[in-house]
Structures are given as C-alpha cells and as structure tokens.
C-alpha cells in the first residue's frame, strides 16, 4: 500500500501539492505515482518563470517502464524547480514526499480556493488503493 500524506492535498493524477508560505504550492508525485513508474531515469522540469494551469502538463516523468506526463495541481507561476533531479531523478523514487519533490508554483488568485479543487488525503487514499 501507497504512503499518503495527511497534511498535503492530491490530484486525481497523482500529483501532491504542499503549501511552502505565502502563495507558493510545492509540488511533486505521489508516492503510488512513482511505484506505478517504477525505477525513474529522467524528469522534465518547466523552466522558471513559465506559467502552469492547473490539469495541464508541467513536464514529464520517464522511467524505466514508461514515460508519463507531469500534470500541475494549481495554476500561477513557475517559480522553482528541483535542479537536483537533473542528475538524480532517483530522487522521486526514493523520497517522493521530500527531496524528491519538482516544482513550486506561485499561485494565481486566493491559495484556499486553489486547493479547495484538490483532493483530501482520504479522497486520495480512496483513488489511490
């Protein structure tokens, strides 16, 4: 069984995102995600500064098994990415909830009412199992 977080919100694409202060959202997969994947060899990160809508593809995760898209939880602002992943896209694998973690979205409008939109961690877990 999947590792799901009690204090994170969730797509229905498997994707978790984590208030960091302010109107920023981390984002990164779920844990389920990155077991489906399987051994993971490279992520696609956006570039800084691009703008994600939210449902939309972000970039893309390849592993070993297949290659899926990255779908962005919230829409607003790129404004991080995880560079660790450019020469260790393991990572995702081995701490999906941590290190592992892709980007960070500066939100578009009220942070409530963007992960109003998003699945709880019992949703999640309903979905997930």
């Not at 990155?34 to 696609?44: A, K």
């Not at 404004?79 to 980007?103: C, F, H, M, Q, R």
Request: charged share 25%.
């Amino acid at each position: 069984m999947s590792e799901v977080r009690d204090h994170l919100f969730y797509s229905e694409e498997h994707e978790w995102a984590l208030p960091a202060g302010g109107q920023i959202v981390r984002v990164g997969i779920t844990d389920h995600a990155q077991c489906q994947l399987g051994d993971i060899v490279f992520v696609e990160l956006p570039e800084v500064g691009s703008t994600v809508v939210a449902g939309d593809s972000a970039g893309s995760i390849e592993s070993v098994k297949t290659v899926s898209e990255l779908y962005s939880p919230v829409s607003g602002k790129v404004v991080g990415v995880n560079d660790k992943l450019v020469d260790a896209p393991e990572i995702v694998n081995t701490s999906p909830y941590e290190d592992g973690w892709i980007l960070e979205v500066e939100i578009d409008g009220s942070l409530d009412e963007a992960l109003s939109k998003l699945l709880t961690p019992d949703q999640y877990r309903a979905i997930a199992d």
